[in-house]
């Protein structure tokens, strides 16, 4: 018999949003397009802002309900990881069988009926309002086999690479939420493998990546550092992304300051933000950092292990032709560095991270071709093709549908800890 506690909310077992997750998210519905917070449980929404409104919060010792009247999280993520651990543990009490609170929400139907809205009938949107995005590349297996892919097993990963956790400052306006469609870009890219002169075409190899991101909640002060061991309080919490890529344009661009237009049009992230006290029993260690790696500068050296997440990751590809498949598992411990560590070295120059700042892991990709995070390796750069039902792929096509699915689970029956899905269809480009 599970020791965990039990809902009277009755939920699938399968649910990514089980009593032990309480995830943060906007909705909206038909009847009230407002943009409000709510909290994801099994099939349902808690609309907190009804909830509020209805006195739900009445025994929980939050002062902040202002927080719950925006439009976005930021608010509620600024006031720090004790004020969300707060919220979300009285949430569990709330929806706990035999907790100390029925009359706020079980046995309250005029308020259920307001505030607790099947999934089905919201409309998710972007959690919070995002300020600055960050992509670091700290996926080992996919830094390697694509340095193998550009320049051979002799000089795949450059030197510098497990001393700092590489990334570059991606596009915030263009983040969008899990179910918008993606439009195929166009951009300079070079036609054939003999040209040296570019042409403006709609992107011939459009691909996915699969990356973890986090949250930036409470940040720092401009001139100040986050120190390794103290960085992971500054973390509201973690979305599953989709870092669309056009590569050829990429090949074509990236040198010598890095991605641009291949990057920039377009990143998709789950709907519903979880915490890291819901993440905490998945902790492992990484699986990236080989023994005969240098060790790391002091700034990057906790005290402390570091720790990434066991999360169980999936890519299904839906081709345009209707075939369907999951191409890919992983789990997301294939990391070299952690976010503390990805945090630290972000604000080491004193950099000022605010509430909302978007932190992404780089892809995340196992060891075989089962397990890797983009079509790129997949597709060893376009020269195998694999095949998906009776359709064939080397990258993209127009009217696939990528999905991308993530959840954690320690098999001990207190539920899973999930995100839902990020999925995204491609369009045909404007010309």
């Given at each position: 018999?599970?020791?965990?506690?039990?809902?009277?909310?009755?939920?699938?077992?399968?649910?990514?949003?089980?009593?032990?997750?309480?995830?943060?998210?906007?909705?909206?519905?038909?009847?009230?397009?407002?943009?409000?917070?709510?909290?994801?449980?099994?099939?349902?929404?808690?609309?907190?802002?009804?909830?509020?409104?209805?006195?739900?919060?009445?025994?929980?010792?939050?002062?902040?309900?202002?927080?719950?009247?925006?439009?976005?999280?930021?608010?509620?993520?600024?006031?720090?990881?004790?004020?969300?651990?707060?919220?979300?543990?009285?949430?569990?009490?709330?929806?706990?069988?035999?907790?100390?609170?029925?009359?706020?929400?079980?046995?309250?139907?005029?308020?259920?009926?307001?505030?607790?809205?099947?999934?089905?009938?919201?409309?998710?949107?972007?959690?919070?309002?995002?300020?600055?995005?960050t992509d670091f590349y700290v996926g080992r297996n996919h830094a390697y086999n694509c340095g193998v892919i550009l320049r051979g097993p002799e000089n795949a990963l450059n030197r510098n690479y497990y001393h700092t956790p590489i990334a570059y400052h991606g596009r915030a306006s263009?983040?969008?939420?899990?179910?918008?469609?993606?439009?195929?870009?166009?951009?300079?890219?070079?036609?054939?493998?003999?040209?040296?002169?570019?042409?403006?075409?709609?992107?011939?190899?459009?691909?996915?990546?699969?990356?973890?991101?986090?949250?930036?909640?409470?940040?720092?002060?401009?001139?100040?550092?986050?120190?390794?061991?103290?960085?992971?309080?500054?973390?509201?919490?973690?979305?599953?992304?989709?870092?669309?890529?056009a590569r050829d344009i990429q090949a074509w661009e990236y040198v010598p300051l890095g991605p641009f237009t291949a990057k920039n049009f377009a990143t998709s992230i789950s709907p519903w933000v979880v915490t890291p006290d819901a993440l905490e029993p998945f902790k492992t260690q990484p699986l990236a950092r080989p023994a005969q790696a240098a060790p790391?500068?002091?700034?990057?050296?906790?005290?402390?292990?570091?720790?990434?997440?066991?999360?169980?990751?999936?890519?299904?590809?839906?081709?345009?032709?209707?075939?369907?498949?999951?191409?890919?598992?992983?789990?997301?411990?294939?990391?070299?560095?952690?976010?503390?560590?990805?945090?630290?070295?972000?604000?080491?120059?004193?950099?000022?991270?605010?509430?909302?700042?978007?932190?992404?892991?780089?892809?995340?990709?196992?060891?075989?071709?089962?397990?890797?995070?983009?079509?790129?390796?997949?597709?060893?750069?376009?020269?195998?093709?694999?095949?998906?039902?009776?359709?064939?792929?080397?990258?993209?096509?127009?009217?696939?549908?990528?999905?991308?699915?993530?959840?954690?689970?320690?098999?001990?029956?207190?539920?899973?800890?999930?995100?839902?899905?990020?999925?995204?269809?491609?369009?045909?480009?404007?010309?």
């Amino acid at each position: 018999m599970s020791s965990f506690r039990q809902s009277w909310l009755a939920m699938p077992a399968d649910s990514h949003f089980s009593l032990r997750n309480i995830p943060f998210g906007i909705i909206s519905t038909a009847s009230d397009p407002r943009h409000r917070p709510a909290i994801a449980i099994g099939n349902y929404a808690l609309d907190l802002l009804e909830f509020s409104r209805g006195g739900g919060f009445q025994q929980a010792g939050f002062t902040n309900l202002e927080v719950f009247e925006n439009s976005t999280l930021n608010a509620f993520a600024a006031l720090g990881q004790q004020a969300h651990r707060l919220v979300r543990l009285y949430i569990q009490d709330i929806f706990t069988s035999g907790g100390p609170y029925p009359d706020l929400l079980e046995e309250n139907l005029l308020l259920r009926e307001r505030a607790l809205i099947p999934l089905s009938a919201i409309q998710n949107h972007l959690p919070l309002d995002i300020g600055d995005y960050t992509d670091f590349y700290v996926g080992r297996n996919h830094a390697y086999n694509c340095g193998v892919i550009l320049r051979g097993p002799e000089n795949a990963l450059n030197r510098n690479y497990y001393h700092t956790p590489i990334a570059y400052h991606g596009r915030a306006s263009s983040v969008v939420v899990s179910g918008t469609p993606v439009k195929r870009p166009v951009g300079q890219i070079l036609p054939d493998a003999t040209a040296t002169v570019p042409v403006l075409e709609p992107c011939r190899r459009l691909d996915y990546e699969l990356e973890l991101a986090a949250f930036i909640g409470s940040g720092n002060k401009l001139g100040e550092r986050i120190k390794v061991d103290d960085a992971e309080q500054h973390i509201f919490g973690y979305v599953i992304m989709n870092d669309w890529s056009a590569r050829d344009i990429q090949a074509w661009e990236y040198v010598p300051l890095g991605p641009f237009t291949a990057k920039n049009f377009a990143t998709s992230i789950s709907p519903w933000v979880v915490t890291p006290d819901a993440l905490e029993p998945f902790k492992t260690q990484p699986l990236a950092r080989p023994a005969q790696a240098a060790p790391v500068l002091p700034y990057l050296a906790a005290s402390k292990q570091q720790t990434v997440y066991d999360i169980k990751l999936q890519v299904e590809y839906k081709t345009a032709e209707g075939d369907s498949a999951v191409i890919s598992r992983v789990s997301s411990k294939f990391l070299l560095f952690s976010f503390a560590q990805m945090i630290a070295h972000h604000t080491v120059t004193g950099a000022n991270l605010r509430p909302g700042d978007l932190i992404a892991s780089g892809t995340i990709s196992g060891q075989d071709s089962d397990s890797y995070g983009s079509l790129l390796e997949k597709s060893q750069g376009g020269k195998l093709s694999f095949v998906i039902g009776q359709s064939t792929r080397k990258f993209l096509q127009n009217g696939d549908t990528v999905t991308f699915m993530g959840a954690a689970d320690d098999n001990s029956g207190g539920g899973l800890v999930g995100f839902g899905e990020v999925t995204g269809t491609i369009l045909e480009p404007d010309m």
